[in-house]
């Protein structure tokens, strides 16, 4: 075989090392190079394939046990700030 190249292969060869001396970085400085397909394609406007939504086997009513024990909790504060600002008006 032999070790010259082909009239196109050198042609290529030139074009390639021309472009690489033309690239310019023209991305913002900072941006993240592994970004998800999915966020690319919704910030682009398209549809986006959902990602697979499975529950859990667990407890179904726990959000709701968490909203009530809030719920509980803060009305006992607001009833120590009103009781004390009564207290101290009086």
């Not at 033309?22 to 966020?39: K, Y």
């Amino acid at each position: 075989m032999s070790d010259l190249h082909s009239p196109s292969q050198s042609h290529q060869a030139d074009q390639l090392e021309q472009a690489d001396a033309l690239h310019v970085e023209r991305r913002r400085p900072g941006r993240v190079d592994n970004v998800s397909p999915a966020l690319i394609s919704m910030l682009r406007g398209c549809d986006a394939p959902a990602p697979p939504f499975e529950l859990e086997d667990g407890d179904a009513l726990a959000p709701a046990r968490g909203i009530v024990a809030g719920l509980v909790l803060s009305s006992a504060v607001w009833a120590a700030v009103i009781g004390s600002i009564f207290v101290w008006l009086h």
